[in-house]
Protein backbone atom coordinates (compact mmCIF):
# COMPACT_ATOMS: atom_id res chain seq x y z
CA UNK A 1 0.00 0.00 0.00
CA UNK A 2 0.94 3.84 -0.34
CA UNK A 3 1.11 4.26 3.45
CA UNK A 4 1.13 0.71 5.12
CA UNK A 5 3.86 -1.99 4.35
CA UNK A 6 2.24 -5.16 4.58
CA UNK A 7 3.24 -9.12 4.93
CA UNK A 8 2.13 -12.13 6.46
CA UNK A 9 3.36 -15.78 7.02
CA UNK A 10 1.88 -18.05 5.29
CA UNK A 11 1.24 -20.67 8.31
CA UNK A 12 -0.31 -17.53 10.41
CA UNK A 13 -4.25 -16.60 9.16
CA UNK A 14 -2.83 -12.69 9.92
CA UNK A 15 -1.11 -9.92 8.18
CA UNK A 16 1.34 -7.54 9.40
CA UNK A 17 0.52 -3.67 8.50
CA UNK A 18 3.38 -1.90 9.24
CA UNK A 19 2.86 2.38 9.04
CA UNK A 20 5.71 3.52 6.57
CA UNK A 21 8.08 6.35 7.78
CA UNK A 22 7.12 8.44 3.94
CA UNK A 23 4.21 8.92 1.48
CA UNK A 24 3.50 9.67 -2.02
CA UNK A 25 2.11 13.18 -2.31
CA UNK A 26 -1.63 13.03 -2.79
CA UNK A 27 -1.38 11.30 0.36
CA UNK A 28 -1.97 14.02 2.79
CA UNK A 29 -1.43 12.34 5.99
CA UNK A 30 1.12 11.97 9.12
CA UNK A 31 1.76 8.91 10.95
CA UNK A 32 -0.57 10.53 13.58
CA UNK A 33 -3.05 10.60 11.56
CA UNK A 34 -3.00 7.52 10.02
CA UNK A 35 -2.79 6.31 13.77
CA UNK A 36 -5.91 8.39 14.84
CA UNK A 37 -7.86 6.49 11.79
CA UNK A 38 -7.24 3.31 13.13
CA UNK A 39 -8.43 3.65 16.65
CA UNK A 40 -11.37 5.54 15.04
CA UNK A 41 -12.30 1.79 13.32
CA UNK A 42 -11.89 0.46 16.96
CA UNK A 43 -14.22 2.43 18.86
CA UNK A 44 -16.50 2.65 15.89
CA UNK A 45 -19.66 0.25 15.11
CA UNK A 46 -18.00 -1.66 12.54
CA UNK A 47 -21.44 -3.45 11.15
CA UNK A 48 -19.65 -6.33 10.44
CA UNK A 49 -17.94 -4.36 6.91
CA UNK A 50 -14.81 -3.29 8.72
CA UNK A 51 -11.87 -5.15 9.96
CA UNK A 52 -10.73 -5.29 13.57
CA UNK A 53 -7.38 -4.66 13.82
CA UNK A 54 -4.96 -5.31 16.62
CA UNK A 55 -2.24 -3.22 17.75
CA UNK A 56 0.82 -4.61 18.98
CA UNK A 57 4.21 -2.32 20.37
CA UNK A 58 8.12 -3.73 20.05
CA UNK A 59 7.48 -7.28 18.40
CA UNK A 60 10.04 -9.41 18.34
CA UNK A 61 10.30 -11.48 14.81
CA UNK A 62 12.88 -14.57 15.10
CA UNK A 63 15.14 -13.24 12.16
CA UNK A 64 15.82 -16.56 10.29
CA UNK A 65 11.90 -16.68 9.29
CA UNK A 66 12.00 -13.20 7.89
CA UNK A 67 13.20 -13.37 4.05
CA UNK A 68 16.26 -10.60 3.28
CA UNK A 69 13.81 -9.42 0.37
CA UNK A 70 11.21 -8.15 3.63
CA UNK A 71 14.04 -6.98 5.71
CA UNK A 72 15.45 -4.62 2.67
CA UNK A 73 11.72 -3.75 2.31
CA UNK A 74 11.19 -2.65 5.85
CA UNK A 75 14.45 -0.60 6.05
CA UNK A 76 13.50 0.99 2.87
CA UNK A 77 10.05 2.08 3.94
CA UNK A 78 9.71 1.88 7.73
CA UNK A 79 13.31 2.18 8.96
CA UNK A 80 12.07 4.39 12.16
CA UNK A 81 10.35 1.31 13.00
CA UNK A 82 12.78 -1.51 12.88
CA UNK A 83 15.58 -2.17 14.92
CA UNK A 84 17.89 -5.85 14.66
CA UNK A 85 18.68 -7.30 18.28
CA UNK A 86 20.67 -10.63 17.72
CA UNK A 87 18.87 -12.92 16.47
CA UNK A 88 15.49 -10.90 16.34
CA UNK A 89 13.99 -8.00 14.58
CA UNK A 90 11.71 -5.35 16.21
CA UNK A 91 9.45 -3.82 14.67
CA UNK A 92 8.39 -1.26 17.04
CA UNK A 93 4.64 -0.76 15.80
CA UNK A 94 2.68 -3.51 14.04
CA UNK A 95 -1.32 -3.98 13.13
CA UNK A 96 -2.38 -7.48 12.62
CA UNK A 97 -5.49 -8.21 10.86
CA UNK A 98 -6.98 -11.49 9.27
CA UNK A 99 -6.22 -12.26 5.68
CA UNK A 100 -8.33 -11.57 3.20
CA UNK A 101 -8.39 -12.13 -0.60
CA UNK A 102 -8.13 -8.55 -1.95
CA UNK A 103 -11.15 -7.97 -3.73
CA UNK A 104 -9.65 -6.76 -7.01
CA UNK A 105 -7.77 -9.97 -7.13
CA UNK A 106 -10.56 -12.09 -6.08
CA UNK A 107 -12.96 -10.26 -8.98
CA UNK A 108 -9.57 -11.67 -11.46
CA UNK A 109 -10.02 -14.98 -11.06
CA UNK A 110 -13.93 -15.16 -10.25
CA UNK A 111 -16.25 -17.06 -12.44
CA UNK A 112 -19.30 -14.52 -13.56
CA UNK A 113 -21.73 -15.84 -10.38
CA UNK A 114 -18.66 -15.55 -8.40
CA UNK A 115 -18.56 -11.99 -9.67
CA UNK A 116 -22.09 -10.94 -9.71
CA UNK A 117 -21.85 -11.71 -5.80
CA UNK A 118 -18.40 -10.31 -4.81
CA UNK A 119 -20.01 -6.86 -6.12
CA UNK A 120 -23.02 -6.88 -4.91
CA UNK A 121 -21.95 -7.06 -1.74
CA UNK A 122 -19.05 -4.54 -2.44
CA UNK A 123 -21.99 -2.32 -2.68
CA UNK A 124 -23.83 -3.87 0.31
CA UNK A 125 -20.43 -3.41 2.40
CA UNK A 126 -20.21 0.58 1.27
CA UNK A 127 -24.05 1.27 2.10
CA UNK A 128 -23.50 -0.77 5.86
CA UNK A 129 -20.57 1.46 6.08
CA UNK A 130 -22.80 4.21 5.13
CA UNK A 131 -25.71 3.68 7.78
CA UNK A 132 -22.62 3.54 10.43
CA UNK A 133 -21.88 7.11 9.45
CA UNK A 134 -18.83 5.86 7.44
CA UNK A 135 -17.56 7.55 3.99
CA UNK A 136 -14.73 5.15 3.26
CA UNK A 137 -12.58 7.69 1.49
CA UNK A 138 -10.98 5.67 -0.94
CA UNK A 139 -13.19 3.22 -2.45
CA UNK A 140 -10.94 1.21 -5.20
CA UNK A 141 -11.82 -2.82 -5.06
CA UNK A 142 -7.95 -3.22 -3.56
CA UNK A 143 -9.14 -1.61 -0.61
CA UNK A 144 -11.73 -4.15 0.39
CA UNK A 145 -11.93 -8.18 0.79
CA UNK A 146 -13.39 -10.83 0.14
CA UNK A 147 -13.61 -12.99 3.71
CA UNK A 148 -13.34 -17.32 3.95
CA UNK A 149 -16.94 -16.94 4.43
CA UNK A 150 -17.52 -14.48 1.20
CA UNK A 151 -18.00 -11.47 2.86
CA UNK A 152 -16.67 -8.14 1.51
CA UNK A 153 -14.82 -6.14 4.37
CA UNK A 154 -13.09 -2.76 4.16
CA UNK A 155 -9.67 -2.88 5.23
CA UNK A 156 -7.90 0.91 4.39
CA UNK A 157 -8.48 3.44 7.09
CA UNK A 158 -6.21 6.39 5.91
CA UNK A 159 -8.81 8.05 4.24
CA UNK A 160 -11.80 7.28 5.89
CA UNK A 161 -13.94 10.16 7.14
CA UNK A 162 -17.12 10.21 9.23
CA UNK A 163 -20.16 10.64 6.21
CA UNK A 164 -21.57 14.18 8.32
CA UNK A 165 -18.06 15.92 7.92
CA UNK A 166 -18.06 15.17 4.14
CA UNK A 167 -20.00 17.39 1.60
CA UNK A 168 -21.54 15.58 -1.07
CA UNK A 169 -21.70 17.44 -4.63
CA UNK A 170 -22.50 17.04 -7.97
CA UNK A 171 -20.06 17.62 -10.79
CA UNK A 172 -20.90 21.71 -12.08
CA UNK A 173 -21.78 21.66 -15.54
CA UNK A 174 -18.33 22.88 -17.23
CA UNK A 175 -18.80 26.62 -18.14
CA UNK A 176 -17.76 26.30 -22.32
CA UNK A 177 -16.23 24.38 -24.83
CA UNK A 178 -12.91 24.56 -23.23
CA UNK A 179 -13.74 23.71 -20.15
CA UNK A 180 -15.24 20.21 -21.23
CA UNK A 181 -12.22 19.48 -23.45
CA UNK A 182 -9.58 20.48 -20.43
CA UNK A 183 -7.96 17.72 -18.67
CA UNK A 184 -8.13 20.31 -15.31
CA UNK A 185 -11.11 20.51 -13.01
CA UNK A 186 -13.05 23.67 -13.96
CA UNK A 187 -14.41 24.31 -10.18
CA UNK A 188 -13.03 24.75 -6.82
CA UNK A 189 -13.02 21.27 -4.44
CA UNK A 190 -13.09 22.15 -0.99
CA UNK A 191 -10.84 19.58 1.06
CA UNK A 192 -13.95 17.57 1.97
CA UNK A 193 -15.76 17.54 -1.11
CA UNK A 194 -16.65 14.60 -2.57
CA UNK A 195 -18.28 13.67 -5.93
CA UNK A 196 -19.84 10.29 -6.17
CA UNK A 197 -20.39 10.39 -10.05
CA UNK A 198 -16.66 10.37 -10.30
CA UNK A 199 -16.49 6.96 -9.13
CA UNK A 200 -17.53 5.17 -12.09
CA UNK A 201 -14.28 5.60 -14.10
CA UNK A 202 -12.10 4.34 -11.54
CA UNK A 203 -14.73 1.22 -10.77
CA UNK A 204 -16.57 0.18 -13.70
CA UNK A 205 -14.03 -0.32 -16.45
CA UNK A 206 -15.19 -4.35 -15.91
CA UNK A 207 -18.23 -4.59 -18.42
CA UNK A 208 -19.70 -7.46 -16.36
CA UNK A 209 -18.84 -5.71 -12.96
CA UNK A 210 -20.58 -2.09 -14.08
CA UNK A 211 -23.81 -4.47 -15.48
CA UNK A 212 -24.10 -5.45 -12.08
CA UNK A 213 -23.04 -2.44 -10.02
CA UNK A 214 -25.41 -0.30 -12.26
CA UNK A 215 -27.84 -2.98 -11.64
CA UNK A 216 -28.28 -3.23 -7.81
CA UNK A 217 -25.75 -0.25 -6.32
CA UNK A 218 -26.30 3.17 -9.33
CA UNK A 219 -27.48 4.91 -6.70
CA UNK A 220 -23.67 5.07 -5.17
CA UNK A 221 -22.37 7.39 -8.18
CA UNK A 222 -25.09 9.90 -7.20
CA UNK A 223 -24.48 12.82 -4.82
CA UNK A 224 -28.23 13.05 -3.77
CA UNK A 225 -27.76 9.36 -1.82
CA UNK A 226 -25.03 10.28 0.06
CA UNK A 227 -26.37 14.00 1.28
CA UNK A 228 -29.79 12.10 2.07
CA UNK A 229 -28.28 9.54 4.25
CA UNK A 230 -25.70 12.70 5.89
CA UNK A 231 -28.96 14.45 6.45
CA UNK A 232 -30.66 11.36 7.90
CA UNK A 233 -27.57 11.05 10.50
CA UNK A 234 -27.86 15.00 11.35
CA UNK A 235 -31.41 14.40 12.17
CA UNK A 236 -30.88 11.58 14.41
CA UNK A 237 -32.16 8.55 12.61
CA UNK A 238 -30.27 5.54 13.07
CA UNK A 239 -30.75 2.81 10.38
CA UNK A 240 -30.53 -0.85 11.47
CA UNK A 241 -27.59 -3.07 9.97
CA UNK A 242 -27.45 -6.47 10.56
CA UNK A 243 -24.15 -8.09 9.83
CA UNK A 244 -25.37 -11.54 8.52
CA UNK A 245 -27.89 -12.20 5.83
CA UNK A 246 -31.44 -11.72 5.78
CA UNK A 247 -31.94 -15.83 5.41
CA UNK A 248 -30.16 -16.10 9.20
CA UNK A 249 -32.79 -13.61 10.96
CA UNK A 250 -34.62 -15.43 13.67
CA UNK A 251 -38.11 -14.39 11.88
CA UNK A 252 -37.13 -15.94 8.44
CA UNK A 253 -35.91 -19.51 9.95
CA UNK A 254 -39.00 -19.49 12.30
CA UNK A 255 -41.43 -19.15 9.04
CA UNK A 256 -38.61 -21.33 7.20
CA UNK A 257 -39.00 -24.34 9.96
CA UNK A 258 -42.66 -23.80 10.18
CA UNK A 259 -43.28 -24.18 6.31
CA UNK A 260 -41.35 -27.39 6.60
CA UNK A 261 -43.40 -28.54 9.58
CA UNK A 262 -46.39 -27.88 7.34
CA UNK A 263 -45.15 -29.65 4.44
CA UNK A 264 -44.16 -33.05 6.70
CA UNK A 265 -47.90 -32.95 8.11
CA UNK A 266 -49.52 -32.60 4.63
CA UNK A 267 -47.38 -36.14 4.07
Not at 18 to 33: A, L, M, N, S, W
Not at 105 to 115: F, G, R, S, T
Not at 182 to 197: A, H, L, N, Q, R
Not at 228 to 235: C, P, Q, S, T, V
Request: glycine share 6%; net charge negative; proline share 7%.
Amino acid sequence: GMVMLVFDLPSFPYVFKVIKDFYPPQKDTTREGIQRKYLLVKTHDRVGRMADTLEYTSVAFPRPRISDALVDELKKFCPSQIEEDGDELVIKHVYIERRMIPLNIYLQDANPEQVAHAVVEYGNAIKDLVAANIFPGDMLWKNFGVTRHGKVVFYDYDEIEYITDCNFRRVPAPRNEEDEMSGEIWYTVGPKDVFPETFGPFLLGNPGVREVFMKHHADLLDAAFWQGHKERIKAGHVHDVFPYEPAKRFAVQRRLAAVTADAANAH
